[in-house]
């Protein structure tokens, strides 16, 4: 399934993340998955949530600029390797793996991952191809 993955960009100094879950949790939104990655003096921050839309209007009425990006929720076999199972077909088929990171949960056993990809919906059919299972509604009840 393709969910929506917000960004920020934060000044990189102590505390700044730590303001972003103070404003979402208090207004009732989860983080269901985060990175973080610095760049020079300031850090891109790329999160899922449980609420975007309202996330991004919180985000937004405190001052923050919000980028929206589609991205893939994906399982993922969790043993030595399993990554594999979802890299080696995008690579076969010659599609770019932009990021990845984590989904904090998991779904039957197996790694949720969150994968941004060029071009996402070719990226979405080769998975199905392969058998690959992405995250449908059960996203956020996990």
């Known amino acids: 399934m393709i969910v929506e993955q917000l960004s920020v960009e934060l000044v990189n100094r102590p505390g700044e993340l730590s ?13 269901r998955a985060i990175s973080s990655a610095p ?12 609420n975007s839309g309202k996330a991004r209007e ?7 600029e919000v980028d929206t990006t589609p991205v893939i929720a994906v399982e993922t076999p969790d043993h030595p390797g399993g990554l594999n199972a979802v890299l ?21 056993d197996n790694a949720v ?23 449908e509604k059960e996203l956020y009840t996990i």
């Open 19 to 31: 303001k972003i879950s103070d404003v979402l949790g208090d207004d009732g939104i989860n983080i």
């Open 39 to 50: 760049r020079n003096t300031t850090s891109v921050v790329r999160f899922v949530v449980d």
């Open 58 to 64: 919180i985000l937004k009425s405190n001052g923050y």
């Open 88 to 108: 080696r077909p995008l690579k076969e088929a010659g599609i770019n793996v932009q990021y990845l990171y984590p989904f904090i949960g998991r779904f039957h």
């Open 113 to 135: 991952l969150i994968l941004g990809a060029e071009p996402i919906e070719g990226a979405i059919a080769v998975l199905k191809r392969n058998y690959i299972h992405i995250l």
